[in-house]
């Protein structure tokens, strides 16, 4: 299975947690709510680094990676989610293997 270029996924990753922070911060409720977790709908700590606490920010793929692989690196294709509702996403895939490679970008 190709690896995805890790230091591109890097840049968009990083991109994609300044947008929800950006996000997070706006006065306008209706842009605020997109800086939300989209499994549990709470709002998300964009103070603390990315996937260093089960609060903070972890990009989820709309389209599973293991599904669509195409889509992986597809801006159109991330959602902002809490560390530990994607890694409990993740535990609810029947094949453990995928968890294991979506844990290997990070
Ligand atoms: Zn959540």
Redesign the pocket.
Known sequence: MARTNTRRMNLLRDEFFAEGRKQSESDDPEVKVLS???????P?DYLADPHSTP?SHNLDHFKTVRDFPELQEDPSNFLH??R???QGRGANTPSLGLGEAVADWW
Not at 36 to 42: D, T
Request: proline share 0%; hydrophobic share 30%.
């Open positions: 939300r977790c989209w499994l549990c709908k709470e998300i609060d989610s809490h530990a509702c994607n």
